[in-house]
């Protein structure tokens, strides 16, 4: 039986979709004996719709609440009202009924389901029989579900504290929309690590980043600016040891944002911001500002904290006065000037609103770098000054201003050169950002340093040439420009015989003034910080792995570099490139040491080593359950994601096997060893190649040399099988037809037996069939031989959220066997990049 609703009402709070008597909150409810297939339509004929005077639209499904600010369920749009979202929203009603709707007061939204897809007029929101919440465009797309099919879901209900809650038979929550914030919390609501709120973006004027967010981690609370890497313009630190299993949140409580980063309830918070008392309805926004606002119903809604600002002050916003603005200590905007009236390179990208930001007059390009020039701004501040060390480290430590100057003239990609001192301008800090968002003026009274601004720019006048030529005067161009070619090939093969007789002195001389470089070490501190490389981890593909400790106690893995022949020529490129990546799901390169011969890489240290020694275990103690696995393949997801998709050009990993898994003491997965990445432009669809990687992890185009990113997807997939079942994609000890883990997925696949491979070294692995089916599915759609036909990372990460599903026609075919019987035996394939792409050298701290 399907039961539909064209809104004549708003339906009761909870509704019941299976068969017996269900008790909530106190209060029984008897309901049909079948299951209920419900559907609600976004029909503009509602007689319940209700239009606002701000150009809002609801038309609600649930209503939660008497007379009052009541949450609210449903579509809700804002202005012309082509597209909707499914949102739950607070509203004001004039009466206790459900059928009468809101009539004053403003809506507000407090969580949508699909912010970033939002349907059209005729959309459907469908509760399936088989317990999945589904929201459909009208061209029957699907915008967002909550995948909870086969989850034995019983009802719907809206909480009095405005969660939405899909729960089974025993009352259990299986879903909960509370465990996916959009940019709001509610009284009530925790914000869990691992979630964001995540403001949306207005009518800003940034071009690059500018998106706000704020999270928790297990240092304490972080709001963030998107830029590559995000930079923490605000923190809140807790310090101790932590004293609860349960992983760290903050909580809006009435009076306080507490934050639980060591323990958790009923315990007391380990710090708190402090709210004021609600009086009434209210809710916490992170606004498209930055600001983290908290609002309250009266008559109308209205701010009542602005919870940063305290700390901050209204000037260490990064985008208080847009790109390029410097923001004054009265708070207003300007843009930055030569000294003495002298050229002018910024302009207000609008008079009327200064806070928008500037612009240049001249755009920076790369091809006239010689016709960079810097700006010196005096008494300059920027608001990354203030972060958390270990988030926004500076770009090079302990140098001059000339060095600091210097180091951004000669990367094109840096847009100015920050410079913080105390009292010696000869040992400062210094900044290289490749984008610049607001800046404010010093006062060293109050911060207690100096700092100095250089903004990079183009000067025109020094590249012009006259327009009027006479022939006499080309005739001595054209002699010129040809001794001067002459002279400069002689210079050129001198040069070139100067630099290979003392490259290791060039390549040191070089490293100093490269920016955005992470700490260099002395091969002497390395080798006092290893015990003199005492305590091997492993051993790699360019050398071994040593455990070290650093004279301020953290504990590091250095990469002790070995046959220089083949390294060297990338070890450059390796320090410069990979150590200015930074993501939760990547191994950080802490340091490098470029020392006569001696060439190092230090890295975070990884106390879990990697994942092969726990899906491939010797001992079955090792073995992990489903949470963890999961867990580890979202990490995986997300890393990958940030590289070929978030990073300023694309990189792509091509080594992606459990060897190059590390895991932390949480059992957080990294991505390490970039020993044989590739970095291309994000404008280039494929690139070619010679083949490298590891065999059993290729994808099939490797034969013709042609690759994209989807390389690292294939071998995504690959490890995800072997996660899931406990073993190698290619092993020996098994039986013939059991030997090749794709040649036996693609088996299992067609008979439906999927759960016959799950490994059974792990109870836990055996009671969560749904998920875990749903997971090889997804390694199925990776490992397609067609590479347009799989997913993109950024797509895996959405089906691993649960807000996307898995495509479901799919090739079997899969290959699994790619190497000619020679290149098999070599166990790694190492050859030279072609001339395409510059070479991503390094190789991280995991073995290989």
């Known amino acids: 039986m399907k039961i539909t609703w064209s809104f004549s009402r708003p339906v009761p709070l909870i509704l019941i979709i299976s068969s017996s008597l269900y008790l909530i909150n106190g209060e029984s409810f008897d309901y049909p004996e079948a299951n209920l297939s419900t559907s609600w339509t976004n029909s ?15 038309r609600s499904i649930l209503l939660r609440g008497s007379f009052g600010p009541r949450y609210a369920c449903g579509f809700f749009c804002n202005g012309s009202c082509d597209t909707y979202l499914f949102a739950i929203f607070i509203v004001q009603t004039d009466s206790a009924s459900y059928i009468t709707m809101p009539s004053i007061g403003f809506p507000q939204v407090v969580w949508s389901a699909n912010r970033d897809r939002p349907v059209r007029l005729n959309a459907t929101l469908l509760l399936k029989s088989d317990g999945d919440l589904v929201l459909q465009d009208v061209d029957g797309t699907v915008a967002w579900s909550t995948n909870t099919s086969a989850k034995s879901i019983a009802g719907l209900n809206l909480t009095e504290t405005g969660n939405l809650v899909l729960f089974d038979e025993k009352g259990t929550t299986i879903w909960q929309s509370f465990d996916h914030p959009t ?146 200590n009265n708070g207003q905007c300007s843009c930055p000037a030569s000294a003495n009236g002298g ?44 972060g958390y060390n270990g988030i926004n480290n500076p770009d090079m430590t302990g140098v001059d201003m000339e060095s600091c100057k210097q180091g951004c003239l000669r990367n094109c990609s840096c847009k100015a050169a920050l410079f913080q001192y105390g009292y010696n301008s000869s040992n400062g800090d210094c900044y290289l950002p490749s984008e610049v968002f607001s800046l404010m003026n010093n006062v060293e009274e109050t911060t207690h340093y100096n700092s100095s601004a250089f903004l990079k720019v183009q000067n025109v006048q020094s590249g012009t040439v006259p327009k009027k030529k006479t022939s006499h005067m080309a005739l001595i161009a054209g002699l010129s420009v040809g001794v001067l070619s002459t002279v400069a090939c002689i210079l050129g093969i001198l040069m070139y015989l100067y630099k290979r007789g003392n490259s290791e002195e ?56 070995e046959g220089l022949g083949q390294v060297k020529k990338s070890f450059l490129v390796e320090v410069e490139i990979i150590g200015s990546i930074h993501h939760v799901n990547l191994v950080r390169l802490i340091g490098f040491c470029a020392d006569k011969s001696h060439r190092l890489l230090v890295y975070e240290f990884m106390c879990n080593g990697s994942l092969d020694k726990w899906i491939f275990p010797k001992n079955q103690a090792f073995s992990l359950d489903w949470k963890h696995r999961w867990k580890i393949i979202f990490d995986i997801a997300r890393g990958l994601a940030y590289l070929h998709e978030d990073c300023r050009q694309k990189i792509i990993h091509l080594d992606i096997k459990p060897q190059n898994i590390l895991l932390d003491e949480s059992f957080n997965a990294k991505v390490s ?58 092993d020996r000890y098994q039986p013939e037809e059991g030997m090749h883990l794709l040649s036996l997925f693609k088996q299992k696949l067609e008979e439906d037996r999927l759960m016959d491979m799950v490994d059974k070294h792990n ?42 599903d898995v495509e479901e026609n799919l ?22 990049f072609a001339a ?13």
């Open 763 to 804: 109870e836990d692995m055996q009671y969560n069939e749904r998920e875990i089916v749903k997971v090889m599915r997804l390694a199925a759609w990776c490992l397609q031989s067609d590479f347009t036909k799989r997913p993109s990372m950024s797509m895996v990460v959405k089906v691993m959220e649960g807000v996307m």
């Open 836 to 848: 395409t792409s510059p070479l991503l050298p390094s190789v991280l701290s995991g073995p290989r």
């Open 44 to 58: 503009p004929s509602a007689p319940h719709s209700v239009n606002f005077s701000d150009g809002s639209t609801v």
């Open 673 to 730: 060893d970039f020993g044989l990445s590739k970095l291309i432009d994000k404008d280039q669809s494929q690139v070619m190649t010679a083949m490298r990687g590891t065999p059993g992890y290729l994808a099939p185009e490797w034969l013709s040399s042609i690759i994209t990113e989807k390389v690292d997807v294939y071998g995504f997939g690959v490890v995800v099988l072997e996660i899931v079942c406990g073993r190698k994609n290619l």
């Open 183 to 328: 940019d709001v919390l509610v009284p009530g609501q925790s914000l869990v690590i691992g979630n964001y709120l995540t403001a949306s973006v207005s009518n800003t004027n940034w071009t690059n980043g500018g998106l706000y967010s704020l999270s928790v981690t297990s240092e304490g609370l972080f709001a963030y600016v998107g830029s590559n890497p995000p930079q923490a313009y605000y923190f809140k630190l807790v310090s101790g040891n932590k004293t609860s299993n349960v992983p760290s949140y903050v909580k809006f409580l009435n009076g306080s944002l507490a934050l639980f980063v060591l323990s958790a309830e009923p315990s007391e918070p380990d710090e708190v911001i402090s709210v004021p008392q609600a009086s009434s309805a209210q809710y916490m926004k992170l606004g498209s500002d930055g600001h983290l606002r908290v609002y309250q119903w009266g008559d109308k809604w209205a701010e009542v904290a602005d919870l940063l600002t305290g700390y901050l002050g209204e000037c260490n916003y990064p985008l208080v006065c847009g790109t390029y603005g410097i923001c004054s």
């Open 811 to 832: 090739d079997y075919g899969f290959s699994f066997s790619q190497l000619p019987k020679p290149m098999e035996a070599v166990g790694r394939i190492d050859a030279k």
């Open 343 to 386: 050229t002018s390179y910024f302009r207000q990208k609008d008079y009327r609103q200064p806070s928008l930001g500037c612009s240049e007059i001249t755009p920076l390009t790369c091809v006239e770098q010689q016709n960079h020039e810097l700006l010196e701004l005096d008494d300059i501040r920027y608001f990354i000054y203030d």
């Open 506 to 561: 060039a390549e040191e001389d070089y490293l100093d003034q490269v920016p955005g470089l992470p700490t260099r070490f002395s091969y002497e501190v390395l080798k006092s910080a290893t015990s003199d490389f005492s305590k091997k981890l492993g051993e790699g593909g360019f050398g071994s792995v040593y455990e070290g400790t650093l004279g301020d106690g953290t504990k590091v893995a250095v990469k002790l570099l």
